[in-house]
């Protein structure tokens, strides 16, 4: 039996990953997560019965632990209670389904435990990508990414056979990006985007954050990002192409020009079950593509009207704690943005603001990543007032 901790339970993520250790006898809910939604919370203890559930709005927990009482899950609270979850003894794979920068702390408590670690949460490798690879290759504990992209390059890059020629071998790394819900529009066309708009993704039913990142192209910059610091290949090597009907996930072309994709339909049960099973597949019933349905295209993205991937591109490049900043600076606008404070373009602009406003500091302490993002958090709200 395998202990799964889900922190973020009641997102996206969250519930399908619940969804996935239903359909799987050997799998069991061992510790479930949420910020403030105790009603789901409450729901998913009721039927999973997990050993642990952590709350991290305080007065929330206090709430949940009243509501609960007649059942034997332990409930804990804050940040403290994420950390010890994730790295609990008993614990054997912790999916890291919470949105922003709220996720490093717990995935570097996961890396230190030196868990299996099922990674959604990007904005971790974003924040400190270099402190938690470097962390993970020495505690041992193993990061399997369940982003849908990078968990079809980790399944592309399983076809090899010799480990050592991996620079030589792996000429480029090809994230595929669905273009989100504006595809093909120009700037003046974005001016008046709602968030109702916005919130409408394609193909994809996730998180509202991440599904606002996809409108913007940030998720795909995110994503750079990240396929950085998980295969450990230079920005050079990573490009971005716009395939619309998000069937093929990713790509990795070989220095023989081979180029090996993985294909799917757009379902994160697949990443969420791979990352708790690998090496090894299991069967799945109701997420089988259907490869006759439309034809696969590919385009090159607009890089001057989604100025949010080249501004993320090069907050990779520059490293240190730029990335932290384009980070916290993106997930102030983007709840703005969703509040109907600010207006879709508004984003890149106040992300650019802060890039330029930011001093980076090279291999920036834990502490200092967390004071970079706070920092940029409040040139957001400081140049709220100056928009419009
Ligand atoms: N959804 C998807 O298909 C994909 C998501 N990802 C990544 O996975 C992560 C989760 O995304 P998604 O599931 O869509 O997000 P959701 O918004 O659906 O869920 C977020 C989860 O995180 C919890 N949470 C929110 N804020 C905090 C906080 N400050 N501290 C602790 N927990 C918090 C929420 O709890 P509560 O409900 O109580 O607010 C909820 O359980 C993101 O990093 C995203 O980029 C990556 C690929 C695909
Ligand atoms: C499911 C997943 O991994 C998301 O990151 C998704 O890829 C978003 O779609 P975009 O390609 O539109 O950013
Ligand atoms: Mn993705």
Redesign the pocket.
Known sequence: MKNIVI????????TQSLEVIEANRGFRAFAL?????IA??ETQIRKFRPQFACV?NEEKAAELKIKTADIGTKILAGTAG?EEIAAHPEADTVIT????I??LAPTLAAVEAKKRIGL????TLVTAGDMVMERAGQTGAEIIP???EHSAVFQCLAARVNRDNFDSEVKRILLTASGGPFFGKTKDELTQITAKEALRHPN?S?????TV?SATLM?KGLEVIEAKHLFGVPFEKIDVFVHRQSIVHSMVEFADNAVIAQLGAPD?KLPIQYAITYPERLSMHGNEPDLTKTPLTFDKPDFETFRCLPLAISAGKTGGTMPAVLNGANEAAVALFLNGKIRFLDIADLVEGAMCAHKTMKRPSLSQIFEADKWAREYVCAKLHTLH
Do not use: C, P, Q, R
């Not at 959604?120 to 904005?123: H, I, L, Q, V």
């Open positions: 922190l973020g339970a009641t997102g996206s993520i969250g997560s949420a910020h403030s939604n789901v919370l991290t994420l389904g919470i949105v922003g709220a996720g959604a949460n990007k904005e369940v982003d849908s994809w996730m998180g509202a954050k991440i990142d998720n994160m």
